[in-house]
């Protein structure tokens, strides 16, 4: 893994960059006062209620509430992750993005030039190599044109050992090996990995090839062989045909997961466009991560056999940790000795959609699956229903998703649907937590005091310039349990801050969207410096107070005494 991002390069890109530059390239503006308008990209509208504030760089549509700071919004735009969305402002002002110095060396980039350069070559020897006959003749066989095969970037590889090295012998062997199109044996000799073969270009969101999947179109063995794994390529995290998808729908309602390429391939062909494949992997949960930051419904295609259905309970347990509400999944399972490829071409689209629209949804599957061989009529076979179920349960963030699914469990077992609940909470508890990010705060939850005054801190960073020494080590103190508390203390460490560098700071964290809502929100009135010292230091007070009662509380001290303490604790503080 490369290093990481200095967020300091992170604070310095979001005040050189402009944010109505940004979105003004994706989206058409109008100034409006302070504000620049235009039609929000995220949601269909007539009338414009996307709004751009120049001032704090900062976006918010009042039709579908997205909001956001640059960095955001290429995100869910573009569709790219945090580090790209960092090298794409980056590159729009001309700098490199620099990187800590971590415990593995910084990615080697160069081979994105390498791997274009194999994907071309390997497109022209499709159209002129003599043995592109035969690979031609299969891929017409399979009912794909050379429209599809266009879009896709499909090649050939042809026979011999050394063709491609010879092609871009210019690159060197050993970047040749380093993208993984040359492999280098126990006896220091060289060869190309994809021979004889029709390959596939794997890329990624940006579009860029990153590796390649070969197909072969004879008899040899193994059918299928991927790239390895290289500084550029991690085949657990990306998904074949997610670029051409984007591409093909600008705003993705859905995805399709299928097992193979020439599933996805096929099923463009006859016009389903939005189905993506995992690349010789069980889908993760890397693999839905990624998903769940371009659309809100993934449908998973498996065989109705035993080991399609074996696929369809893993990717359960690898969904379950990042579904929601807002996120759904469903299952399709086809006929025994049927894969999408062979049913579009067989049936039809039609018929091919039928199946789709009729997707199992998780929660549904989830159930069903558990309680197969159970005898829910049974004591036994209730309790033993639950044990099973509550362990996955816990993996659930909390939502109207847990409780439809233990609802659906306590209707099948009888058990109380809290009680469930609980369990399940204990379960989750006893997982390993998974590390904190350096600055995330442990707790979001806030006062209504708390709320008002982060409310003002993010219209207004500059506010926290006002705060006496003796505040600022109070938060200090607090700067792990509560949100308020360490973006103050983030803001005292770079005063220099604005509402957009603040926010770029907790993309990716817990935080962020609840960061993001405040910064939409209208402030009704001017904070003035003297009320928000004011407002935090009886604040400080009041936590200092509960804390402080709390604990006496525990020492069994009673009503008169307690109100002495807190009496005493104001006018000390």
């Known amino acids: 893994m490369a290093g990481l991002i200095p967020q300091s390069f992170i604070n310095d890109l979001i005040t050189r960059v402009d944010i109505v530059d940004v979105i003004g390239a994706r989206v058409q503006l109008r100034k409006s006062g302070s504000n620049h308008k235009g039609l929000c990209p995220f949601h269909n509208e007539k009338t414009p209620s996307f709004n751009v504030n120049q001032d704090r760089q900062f976006y918010h549509c009042f039709g579908c509430e997205a909001h956001g ?40 980039t160069s081979l994105y030039e390498v791997l274009e ?69 126990d006896k220091g000799r060289t060869y190309d990995r994809f021979r004889e073969r029709i390959v596939f270009p794997i890329r990624d969101t940006r579009g860029r090839v990153i590796g390649f999947g070969g197909r072969v179109y004879g008899d040899g063995e193994p059918k299928y062989i991927n790239s390895p794994e290289t500084d550029v390529f991690r085949k657990g995290r990306e998904l074949y045909g997610l670029y051409e998808a984007r591409r093909a729908q600008r705003r993705l309602q859905s995805v399709l997961a299928v097992e193979g390429y020439m599933d996805v391939v096929a099923l463009a062909q006859h ?32 065989d109705g056999d ?20 807002t996120r759904q999944l469903k299952f399709v399972f086809l006929p025994e000795g049927e894969d999408p490829d062979t049913i579009i071409r067989s ?6 959609q039928g199946l789709v629209d009729q997707a199992v949804p998780v929660g549904e599957y989830f159930l069903e699956h558990l309680e197969e061989g159970l005898d829910l009529d049974n004591a036994d076979g209730r309790a033993l229903l639950s044990e099973l179920a509550v362990p996955h349960v816990g993996r659930l963030p909390n939502g109207a998703l847990r409780r439809v699914i233990v609802d659906g469990l306590a209707d099948r077992t009888g058990i109380d649907a809290a009680a469930l609940d ?42 926290i310039a006002v705060l006496d020494s003796e505040t600022r080590v109070a938060l200090a103190k607090d700067a792990n349990s509560s949100l308020l508390a360490d973006v103050a203390s983030y803001l ?29 929100r209208p402030l009704l009135l001017p904070t003035q410096a003297a009320d928000f010292a004011a407002k935090m230091r009886e604040y400080i007070i009041d936590m200092d107070l509960a804390a402080s009662s709390r604990a006496a509380e525990q020492s069994g001290w009673s009503v008169d005494d307690l109100r002495r303490h807190a009496q005493r604790r104001r006018e000390v503080l």
């Open 69 to 108: 700071t640059a960095i955001g919004f290429l995100m869910e735009y573009d569709g790219l992750t945090f580090p790209e969305a960092i090298e794409s402002l980056a590159s729009s002002v001309g700098v490199e993005v620099p990187r800590e110095q971590g415990s593995e060396p910084p990615r080697d």
């Open 117 to 185: 350069a194999a994907a071309a070559q390997f497109r022209r020897w499709l159209r002129s190599q003599a043995d592109a006959a035969a690979a031609v003749a299969y891929l017409r066989s399979r009912g794909l044109t050379g429209e599809i095969a266009r879009d896709f970037g499909i090649g050939l590889a042809p026979a011999g050992w050394d063709g491609l090295k010879n092609a871009l012998s210019s690159f060197g062997e050993q970047k040749l090996v380093a993208a993984g199109l040359v492999v280098r044996n």
């Open 271 to 302: 016009g389903v466009v939005n189905s993506v494949a995992t690349l010789g992997t069980a889908i993760g949960q890397a693999h839905f991560e990624t998903l769940y930051r371009h659309v809100d419904l993934v449908v998973c295609c498996f």
């Open 306 to 325: 035993e080991a399609g259905r074996g696929a369809a309970w893993k990717a359960v347990d690898a969904a379950f940790p990042v579904l929601s509400e």
């Open 347 to 352: 049936r039809g689209r039609e018929h091919f």
């Open 422 to 463: 609980r369990a399940a909470g204990d379960a989750r508890s006893s997982y390993a937590e998974p590390p904190r990010l350096i600055g995330q705060p442990s707790r979001l939850e806030l006062s209504p005091s708390g709320e008002r005054l982060l409310l003002e801190i993010v219209k207004d960073p500059e506010l």
């Open 492 to 520: 005292m460490e770079e005063p220099d801050a604005d509402t957009g560098t603040l926010l770029a700071r907790y993309v990716g964290h817990d935080a962020h969207d609840q960061l993001a809502a405040f910064a939409a």
